[in-house]
């Protein structure tokens, strides 16, 4: 985990809609790994069961087709263009991402709740995926039985949970009961999910869950930070920064825009 928390943490790569360069995309990760930034990065399962990087579980928003990710192939994945990319960057297989990476820089992988069930599939894919892999990484996710899941299909490195507001208000703990979302909010599930980072919403940074673990000694990575004003309020509280939107240091990519300030981390 000392790689994957050295340096401020590219949100779904170095991506720049306006420059054509679409988030999760070959050209926002090559461009991270060129600046030197670690990536992070969403996964989750094909119809036909590759692991593949995409945020969304529909695709209307990045695509101009329609409907759930999850009811396609690989194959035809790929052939669907990223709206507004200016280089046709399509849905990238995980084991593309590698091969591309090839251990340049870290990765943070966010293994997504598979809707349909197949969270054991997903956990099972990316750990064979991952196998011959010898990049620094690490998985996280929001929902702590994947992170078990992911353990028992043969990880052996760090795992990391994802921490929000846990609100009743918020459409992915709606359905939970009150008991529920008081045991996600202080991370009661811990025995069972054995978590060996954090990954906290900015605006959760000071739960006490997580202020207790980070003075217990857990690494605490924030997300995500669109500006220096906001990553300065985050210091003290975190350990290092997910980003997007802005430049937290001086990239080494001279011909990258560069920030008005150097921020420590």
Same mark, same amino acid.
Request: proline fraction near 5%.
């Given at each position: 985990?000392? $790689? ?8 779904? %790569?170095?991506? @720049?809609? +306006?420059?054509?360069?679409? $988030?999760?995309?070959? +050209? ?19 119809? @036909?069961? $590759? ?15 329609? %409907? ?19 280089? %046709? ?21 966010? &293994? ?7 969270? +054991? ?25 994947? &992170? ?15 921490? @929000? ?10 359905? &939970? ?35 207790? &673990? ?12 669109? +500006?220096? $004003? ?36």
């Amino acid at each position: 985990m000392e $790689e994957v928390f050295a340096n401020p943490i590219a949100h779904r %790569g170095l991506h @720049d809609r +306006s420059k054509g360069v679409i $988030e999760n995309s070959r +050209s926002a990760f090559a461009r991270a790994a060129k600046a030197g930034y670690a990536i992070e990065c969403d996964l989750q399962l094909s119809g @036909d069961g $590759e692991a593949m990087v995409f945020h969304d579980y529909e695709l209307d928003r990045l695509t101009k087709q329609t %409907g759930p990710f999850s009811r396609l192939s690989a194959g035809q994945l790929t052939r669907i263009r990223l709206t507004a990319s200016r280089k %046709g960057d399509t849905p990238m297989r995980f084991a593309e991402l590698l091969e591309l990476i090839g251990g340049k820089v870290p990765l943070v992988v966010e &293994l997504k709740h598979q809707k349909d069930g197949r969270n +054991s599939e997903l956990a099972r894919t990316v750990v064979a995926t991952t196998k011959n892999y010898t990049g620094p990484f690490v998985f996280k996710s929001f929902n702590p039985r994947l &992170l078990e899941l992911t353990r028992s299909a043969g990880h052996a490195g760090a795992l990391g949970i994802i921490v @929000d507001l846990v609100l009743a208000s918020k459409e992915h703990y709606a359905s &939970l009961s009150p008991v529920q979302r008081f045991g996600l909010r202080h991370l009661l599930h811990y025995p069972k999910s054995k978590f060996d980072f954090i990954s906290a919403n900015h605006k959760a940074l000071k739960q006490p869950a997580v202020r207790l &673990l980070r003075r217990l000694g857990f690494p605490v990575m924030t997300w995500t930070i669109g +500006s220096y $004003e906001v990553e300065r309020t985050t210091r003290g509280f975190a350990d290092q920064i997910v980003f997007e939107n802005y430049l937290p240091f001086v990239a080494k990519n001279k011909n990258l825009p560069t920030p008005n300030r150097t921020a420590s981390r």
